[in-house]
């Protein structure tokens, strides 16, 4: 799936965990079509691993496109940027 970062946060929870939150627009899903009558993209806010965010995760990739990949437990396993020739 193809995605735009808009933003992301880097903070430490309250139980002492490091949290690492992109934020990004995505297209909408099938249901919230087919089921709420949606149109266009939406944000979404998602969680990714603390390795993750150190390879990816810098001010530079706000506004820029990305194609992402969820794993069988809805965590972003992929997210590559998107080279526009």
Known sequence: MQCTVVGY???I???GLACNV???IVPL???DINSFGGVGRKVV????????????????V????????K???NQ??????IIKK
């Open 62 to 69: 706000v506004g820029k496109d990305f194609d992402i990949a």
């Open 22 to 24: 992109v934020e990004m």
């Open 71 to 73: 794993d069988f437990d």
């Open 45 to 60: 806010e998602q969680f990714i691993s603390e390795d993750l965010a150190d390879k990816v995760l810098n001010p530079d």
């Open 9 to 11: 946060k880097r903070f």
């Open 13 to 15: 929870s309250k139980k």
């Open 76 to 81: 972003i396993c992929k997210f590559e940027p």
């Open 29 to 31: 899903s099938t249901r």
